[in-house]
């Protein structure tokens, strides 16, 4: 295999078990164990069989989005709780994406757009609401779910009415990302923002290469659905080690995407961590 350290889960339960064993922070552990919030996200992820591996080259990959693509990338963080944070995004991107061969660009970007916002309302939000002994071991700073965090009428919208909680969350977070006059934003909402135009920048540089990903995802999907996940694993694998051979310096597949996007990636990194941190020191 050319992939660092790869895992290939074919059952649903090898699936469940590998993440349950990702898992550091109390509150993500014992809801996957005790069939909560967080057994719900991972069972529409198992939903599929799965392909997980580590990192060549972190610069490169760790904005190269491979859940879309089939590959959920073990990463590691300092913060146990950021750690699961991620790995719940991740994999809600995708135990939730859709696939369609032939679709246009315009519509592709959409459907990515609309499948980063459902990610980022679950783990950036949701997951507080559903576990709220969470947030004290994230993140430092106040954060854009501390709003609603904090407001009795969304606490007694999710408490009586769940479903349409969490889509009025979406159309907040959608609100800010598109539509919000920046004059009436605070440092949170600003990097909403700039997070969707880098989501825009994303799309076009895969802008040549998005039918072949999306061609391979669906039919992928379909022949684990049908019944042979074995066999669509291994198919599946195939294919991606095909692509990292053609990077013989890390064995990255899609390289020159990966490259494309990482100079964009990491200097709005740089600004946000600067931005953050002072917010931090204030």
Not at 131 to 157: C, G, K, N, V, W
Not at 177 to 186: I, R
Not at 206 to 219: A, K, L, N, T
Request: proline share 5%; hydrophobic share 40%.
């Amino acid at each position: 295999m050319i992939l660092k350290n790869p895992v290939i889960l074919t059952s649903t339960r090898e699936v469940h078990e590998h993440v349950h064993g990702l898992w550091q922070s109390k509150p993500i552990r014992d809801s996957h164990a005790s069939a909560g919030f967080i057994h719900e996200i991972v069972a529409q992820f198992a939903g599929l069989p799965r392909l997980f591996c580590d990192t060549s080259d972190d610069r490169l990959e760790r904005a190269h989005f491979c859940s879309w693509w089939g590959v959920t990338m073990h990463r590691t963080y300092d913060n146990a709780a950021i750690a699961d944070l991620y790995l719940l995004h991740e994999m809600f991107h995708a135990a939730y994406m859709p696939y369609f061969p032939g679709i246009g660009f315009d519509a592709f970007h959409r459907k990515m757009e609309d499948n980063e916002l459902k990610a980022s309302v679950c783990s950036e939000i949701r997951v507080y609401f559903e576990l709220p002994d969470l947030r004290e071991h994230a993140f430092p700073h106040p954060i854009y779910a501390d709003r609603f965090l904090s407001d009795p009428a969304m606490q007694t919208l999710w408490r009586y009415n769940k479903p349409v909680a969490i889509e009025t969350l979406q159309e907040a977070r959608r609100d800010v990302m598109f539509s919000k006059p920046e004059h009436e934003m605070d440092l949170q909402e600003r990097w909403i923002r700039r997070f969707a135009l880098q989501n825009r920048q994303w799309s076009t540089c895969w802008y040549d290469r998005y039918p072949e990903i999306e061609s391979h995802m669906f039919e992928f999907q379909v022949t684990a659905l049908r019944g042979d996940r074995s066999g669509a694993i291994k198919q599946h694998a195939g294919w991606i080690e095909g692509h990292a051979s053609e990077d013989t310096d890390d064995h990255i597949p899609w390289r020159q995407e990966a490259a494309l996007f990482a100079n964009i990636y990491w200097s709005n990194r740089r600004r946000y961590d600067a931005e953050f941190g002072g917010a931090t020191r204030k």
